[in-house]
């Protein structure tokens, strides 16, 4: 059973990204507070696939970042007291696969937004990274499974689709595909009122695409939108960074982007104080941000990782990075990406609540954010607005008082909290199991992941008869699909 609460959970599964050290020492505080209350614990995510041997995840159950549809089997055993560690990769004839199949059951987040990683791994090693310790190199899922998962997330009421990777550009080059040719089969089974947002690519293997790529951006139902980590605007810094591209690369991404696919959002990485950064590096870097005025950037003070070859380099001193970092943010605040938006008429889908919980959050064609009154018909749906206010990362829109909320071809969403990915045959099965705690039928089949995990959870679930009350918190489980790569 599930718990909302982590102190009511039997046993905590504690996901964790190993892109920054912030987050790793969340990581490690999690683990501690779990051993202070007596919890049994699971561990996931890029820390421990890197370096299972710390001192601190000794005698600790681990589940790899590519073995999360045997997630109940490691849990089962945890809590039976053993220590049980699946760090192995999926392989198909000495090939390396993506990973967990794309059709398990899943609780998505937010019940209109799907997350579709299509890839695992790249094919760079930067100097900095240490994500690539866990991840390794590219392996692509295949086209025609994530047009399934694509396909099976819109019968489920999803409204949009967000591709991620730690680099979907290089996406199929392992398989004899590319991204260009996934995102037309995709975009082929979007259906009206439905949206696609790409995720991170960096320069190198996009440029290949661009006219490819410039065309799939201007389909009605994909977003203009590109997130193209550039991470310095030096040269120097880029190589030694081994980043595989220099400055000339990425302007002509997106110069070519700009021009042919009008309005595009591109949005980007900087990363400050990389080792041997001078200040005339960092300088090119402000110019360039001046110059394009990124309406979305993500600044990274640089924090070396343990093991990675940037972690052995001269560092540039703590306060000279501290200093860059606030001087690049003073740069960024400068401008106001959306103030000559004001006025406009615009069609925006609704996903989401705001923080604050006073709006709903929708986005434009260009993925800007626009805040809209909370009005529950707008949920999941089109609408047209007027834009009668803007501030550094948003817009607020008016809906037009004659405008109808813009009903897509989709389907009714899953509940929040709903298991996706189940036939309606195992949804049944399921619901008739947790009534009745009678045994699974002899005719299930255990071919699909879907039943596997079913035949799982029922497991789990005579677990619960037996008063072996499993309580998962589910920390960061989700987290690691949202936080970024260092790229
Ligand atoms: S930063 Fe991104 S592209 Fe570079 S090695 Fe790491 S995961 Fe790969």
């Given at each position: 059973?599930?718990?909302e609460?982590?102190?009511?959970a039997?046993?905590?599964?504690?996901?964790?990204c190993t892109?920054?050290n912030p987050?790793?020492?969340?990581?490690?505080?999690s683990?501690?507070?779990?051993?202070?209350?007596?919890?049994?614990?699971v561990?996931?995510g890029c820390?421990?696939q890197?370096?299972?041997?710390?001192?601190?995840?000794?005698?600790?159950?681990i589940?790899?970042?590519?073995?999360?549809?045997?997630?109940v089997?490691?849990?089962e055993?945890?809590i039976?007291?053993?220590?049980?560690?699946l760090?192995g990769q999926?392989k198909d004839n000495?090939?390396?696969?993506?990973?967990a199949?794309?059709?398990?059951?899943?609780?998505?987040?937010?019940?209109?937004i799907e997350?579709i990683?299509?890839?695992?791994g790249?094919l760079n090693a930067?100097t900095?990274?240490?994500?690539?310790?866990?991840?390794g190199?590219?392996a692509?899922?295949?086209?025609?499974?994530?047009?399934d998962r694509a396909?099976?997330?819109f019968?489920?009421?999803?409204?949009?689709i967000?591709?991620?990777?730690?680099?979907?550009?290089?996406?199929g080059?392992?398989i004899?595909?590319?991204?260009p040719?996934l995102l037309?089969k995709?975009?082929?089974?979007?259906p009206e009122?439905?949206m696609l947002r790409?995720g991170?690519?960096?320069?190198?293997?996009?440029?290949e695409?661009?006219?490819?790529?410039?065309k799939?951006?201007n389909?009605?139902?994909?977003?203009?939108?590109?997130?193209?980590p550039?991470?310095?605007a030096s040269?120097?810094?880029?190589?030694e960074?081994k980043?595989e591209y220099c400055?000339?690369?990425?302007k002509?991404?997106v110069?070519f982007?700009k021009e042919k696919?009008?309005?595009i959002t591109?949005?980007?990485?900087?990363?400050?104080?990389?080792p041997?950064?001078?200040n005339?590096d960092?300088?090119?870097?402000?110019?360039?941000v001046?110059?394009?005025?990124?309406?979305?950037l993500?600044?990274?003070?640089?924090?070396?990782?343990?093991g990675?070859?940037?972690a052995k380099?001269?560092?540039v001193?703590?306060?000279?990075?501290k200093?860059?970092?606030k001087?690049?943010?003073?740069?960024?605040?400068?401008y106001n990406?959306?103030d000559?938006?004001?006025?406009?008429?615009q069609?925006?889908?609704v996903?989401?609540?705001?923080f604050?919980s006073?709006?709903?959050?929708?986005?434009?064609?260009?993925?800007?954010q626009?805040?809209?009154?909370?009005n529950?018909?707008?949920m999941?749906?089109m609408v047209?607005?007027?834009i009668?206010?803007?501030?550094?990362?948003?817009?607020?829109?008016?809906?037009?008082?004659?405008a109808?909320?813009?009903t897509?071809s989709?389907s009714?969403p899953l509940a929040?909290?709903e298991?996706?990915?189940?036939?309606?045959e195992?949804?049944?099965?399921?619901g008739?199991?947790?009534?009745s705690t009678?045994?699974p039928?002899a005719?299930?089949?255990?071919g699909?992941?879907?039943?596997?995990m079913?035949l799982?959870l029922q497991?789990?679930?005579?677990d619960?008869?037996?008063?072996?009350s499993v309580?998962?918190?589910?920390?960061?489980l989700?987290?690691?699909f949202?936080?970024?790569?260092?790229?």
């Amino acid at each position: 059973m599930l718990q909302e609460n982590a102190s009511d959970a039997d046993l905590w599964l504690l996901n964790s990204c190993t892109v920054k050290n912030p987050a790793e020492d969340h990581f490690r505080n999690s683990i501690k507070k779990a051993q202070e209350e007596n919890k049994k614990i699971v561990l996931a995510g890029c820390v421990p696939q890197a370096q299972p041997r710390q001192d601190y995840l000794k005698g600790l159950s681990i589940i790899g970042v590519q073995q999360i549809d045997r997630v109940v089997e490691v849990v089962e055993e945890t809590i039976k007291g053993h220590s049980v560690r699946l760090l192995g990769q999926k392989k198909d004839n000495g090939k390396r696969l993506g990973g967990a199949p794309l059709d398990l059951p899943k609780i998505r987040k937010n019940p209109l937004i799907e997350i579709i990683s299509i890839n695992t791994g790249c094919l760079n090693a930067c100097t900095y990274c240490k994500t690539k310790h866990a991840r390794g190199n590219l392996a692509s899922y295949p086209i025609d499974e994530l047009v399934d998962r694509a396909k099976q997330s819109f019968q489920e009421g999803v409204c949009e689709i967000w591709l991620t990777s730690e680099d979907t550009g290089a996406y199929g080059r392992d398989i004899g595909t590319s991204l260009p040719a996934l995102l037309w089969k995709l975009v082929e089974v979007i259906p009206e009122g439905a949206m696609l947002r790409l995720g991170m690519t960096n320069p190198p293997y996009i440029l290949e695409h661009l006219e490819e790529m410039a065309k799939i951006l201007n389909h009605p139902r994909v977003y203009a939108f590109l997130h193209i980590p550039v991470q310095s605007a030096s040269d120097t810094v880029l190589m030694e960074m081994k980043r595989e591209y220099c400055v000339a690369d990425f302007k002509r991404v997106v110069d070519f982007l700009k021009e042919k696919v009008p309005g595009i959002t591109i949005a980007t990485d900087i990363i400050c104080g990389f080792p041997g950064e001078t200040n005339q590096d960092f300088q090119e870097t402000v110019k360039l941000v001046e110059e394009y005025k990124f309406p979305s950037l993500f600044i990274n003070q640089f924090y070396p990782r343990p093991g990675t070859p940037a972690a052995k380099m001269e560092q540039v001193p703590a306060q000279v990075k501290k200093q860059r970092t606030k001087d690049l943010s003073r740069v960024f605040h400068s401008y106001n990406p959306y103030d000559h938006k004001v006025g406009e008429r615009q069609q925006v889908l609704v996903t989401e609540e705001s923080f604050d919980s006073k709006f709903y959050v929708a986005h434009n064609r260009f993925y800007e954010q626009v805040l809209v009154p909370k009005n529950p018909t707008f949920m999941g749906k089109m609408v047209e607005v007027d834009i009668y206010e803007s501030g550094k990362h948003f817009m607020k829109g008016q809906p037009v008082s004659d405008a109808k909320v813009y009903t897509p071809s989709i389907s009714k969403p899953l509940a929040k909290g709903e298991v996706s990915g189940l036939t309606e045959e195992f949804r049944s099965r399921l619901g008739n199991h947790l009534t009745s705690t009678s045994r699974p039928s002899a005719t299930i089949r255990r071919g699909s992941a879907s039943s596997r995990m079913v035949l799982r959870l029922q497991r789990l679930h005579q677990d619960c008869a037996l008063r072996m009350s499993v309580g998962l918190a589910l920390f960061a489980l989700l987290c690691a699909f949202f936080v970024k790569v260092y790229n």
